[in-house]
């Protein structure tokens, strides 16, 4: 234990290695504050949320700072709600039974870029005769742009995007486009105070109408969001967690089976030895991701099934040459002899005297392996075979290929968590390099 | 204790029957007689490596119940479909389905004990033989798994044998050049960057398209030749060298760094030797000491970890293919999983298997030529 503490000690003398500590540190900060925020159960619901959860985000959508770079001044999303303001809207009675209600949803636009949609969401309360409503688009300049009747239902959508009339009216430009285009300059969109009137009729006592007008941006949140409008920080945040503890489990899972077999193996010698060491070799041309792959497709695609399989493969992993080959020579020493000699049985001496003597070798190789098993999660992940619940970064990164992400320009979508894997790789690499120089004597002069 | 000594002593003892038995051999009767003894032992892993992947392909008949599943819905689909059987009632019409997936299940013989059919899959795996895949044919049209896999197996060769081949030799002379400038800014540079290699090489790939496909436009997105494939021969070969840089690219730089920094630890530990310090002062060329003196006695090391670093490639080589798009194995195997084909799957993982063991053994024959205690005496390198 002292020895392991002085070697720790060493450690803080690699530059690289409290590089390295520091960044693993931070991730677990990360982790830490992704399950406090969001709860476990609240990320499944986020992340596997349709249009009810993310109905007024916009699909691929950059992340917000984008708009920090000089140049950049593209549009966030903005939503405007009679039921916020009870002043955009004015009930006036008109005859018998009969209201107008005249709703005003205003808004600034200053952004260079054109919205990415154009929603209004109408929510009616009536009994049995349905309300009407006229929607009126009013530009800056003035322009008053008929945008289209309805007939209302309890609640109705109308995407103003969509409507192939109204692009045909606005000279072939989609609406998103034509509605906010320069008269002077169409390529451009015009500054200003831009309107949305939504002139209703209802036909009975006590019947109402509300209105959201909701203009989604180009970019939106940290992170931007995905092509179901879904927000990448949720799968970001809770990457870390998942990616830390899948990569520390399966690293304690196989480094710890793999010493024990292999002290057993040496312990006992003869047919046991003989027979771990056939295992190893079989097992060393066993194709593990296919193996994975199979399991995942025939059986099951849960996290912790492929942990489990990771784990059962990686026991007759290569490492135990490695280890046999420590503890042979540990088998050896005279404090062995001395067990035997006071009658200590096998098990106390393969666990109580053999394994705590390797620990220190296992510790570096212990840490190289996180990175590994993290990958290996992302790897499946992109081959569509990752866990159909939880987010994870390799999913995002899956999503973001099948999308054509690089293709279509869109590299935050694939940068940041590749960025995420990419920094929590090296932390554990870096600090696993600096350990194995500190544990291996061999290697600390070099 | 007793029963260490007693192996050690039995070990002892067999090695001593090879020697005797090889002593009076030339060394290539002892480096062909070492071959031979490697390939026996690995046809065997192989048997049992094939045999267990079958038993986990088919964990408690999970396989043959989908199968099952699959011929009864066929069967019923053709019964429903056919006019000749519209008058039948649907008694009657459930009998002949009944009929026909009984006869069905016996062609394909899953009305046998799963123990006597493992031993079939094994022997049918084996060979190859893995009947027909369910959705994907081959270019030219077969629908027979093993055509389908032979087609796949060339563009995968030549993916991983050129990458492997630079990367081999890159890493040995930058290994050497460090060794000799230990400790200057440029070794301490290839250390420092040793960490990257946690990353594997598809997610290197990724990095290569956005910046020389989609930023520069320099180097195609993927494939393995343009479409449509040039006529010429010369051509034809130059586009699908154009489309191998980037996959080679990201597999070199995905392991290359890390495979850098073990071996010049190797070559470091060996030129600190005192034979290399005996041809030093002796004024030897520093050319001779390097091959002869600190590569020479390091080789067997180095095969040994270039083996296990070409065996993690191969896998890892799966998703890289499905990154590039590029045609062979790998992408087979990812096409295979998202239409749910089990024979394709299942032989991909079995032709894994076997190209690993080739791996192992290719390498196996260039450790016996080169560790001279192969050739001088069988029993000491085993």
Known sequence: MKALLRNLKALTQFPSAIV???????????AAYAMITIPYSEAIRLWRGGDQVWGDTPRNARPAWFNLFPGNNLPTTIRVDSRHDPNLKTRQEVGEELTAVDIRLPFEFRYDGFPKELNVTFAAQFEARRPNVQMTWVTPDGREIRLGDLTLRATETFRISQESRLERRLGGRP????????????????????ELRAEGLVFEEGADIEAKLVVFGQVHGLAGTDHRRRDLMVALLWGAPIALAFGLLAAVGTTITTMIIAAVGVWFGGIVDAAIQRVTEVNLILPLLPILIMVGTFYSRSIWVILGVIIVLGIFSANIKT???????????????AARAYGAGHGRIVFRYMIPRVVPVLVPSFVTLIPTYVFLEATLAVLGLGDPILPTWGKVINDALTQGALFRGQYYWVLEPALLLMVIGFGFALVGFALDRVFNPRLRDL | MADASIARASDQVASEGRRDRSSGQGSFARVAGYTISRAIALFITIVIGVYATILIANMGGYVDEIRSAQIEESVAIGVSQNPEYRSLTSAQRQELVAGIVEVERRRLGLDRPFMVRSFTYLTNALTLDLGRSEYISSDRGSRQVRQVILER????????????????FVAIFVGLFLSRRYGSWLDRFVIALAPTSAAPSWFFGIFLILIFAAL????????????????????????????????????????????????????????SEDYVEMAKAKGLPSNTIERRYVLRPTLPTIITSFALLVIQLWTG??????????????????????????????????????????????????????????????????
């Not at chain 2, 180097?219 to 393995?224: D, E, K, R, V």
């Not at chain 2, 489309?243 to 190797?266: D, E, K, Q």
């Not at chain 2, 030529?369 to 390198?381: F, H, T, Y």
């Open chain 1, 20 to 30: 390295g500590l520091g960044v693993v540190f931070a991730m677990v900060v990360f």
């Open chain 2, 216 to 271: 520069l436009g320099v180097l195609p997105f993927g494939g393995m030749v343009a479409t449509p494939p040039p006529p010429d021969r010369l051509d034809y070969a130059l586009s699908v060298l154009r489309h191998l840089i980037l996959p080679v690219s990201a597999i070199i730089i995905g392991a290359v760094f890390i495979t850098i920094y073990s071996w010049r630890t190797f070559f470091l530990i060996y030129s």
């Open chain 2, 317 to 382: 080589g799966i998703v890289l293919e499905t990154v590039f798009n590029w045609p062979g194995l790998g992408r087979l195997l990812f096409q295979a999983i998202n239409l749910f084909d089990t024979p394709i799957i299942v032989a991909s993982v079995v032709i894994f298997a076997y190209l690993l063991a080739v791996t192992v053994f290719l390498l196996d024959i260039v450790y016996a030529l080169v560790d001279p205690r192969v050739k001088v005496d069988s029993g000491g390198a085993v």
């Open chain 1, 323 to 337: 280890y046999r080959a420590i503890f042979l020579q540990v088998k050896q020493t005279p404090y062995i002899e």
């Open chain 1, 175 to 194: 609406p998103e486009v034509g509605l906010f285009a320069n008269p002077d300059d169409p390529s451009r969109a015009l500054h200003g105070t831009y």
């Open chain 2, 153 to 168: 197996l060339a563009p995968t060769l030549i993916l991983f044998a050129s990458a492997n081949l630079i990367l081999f």
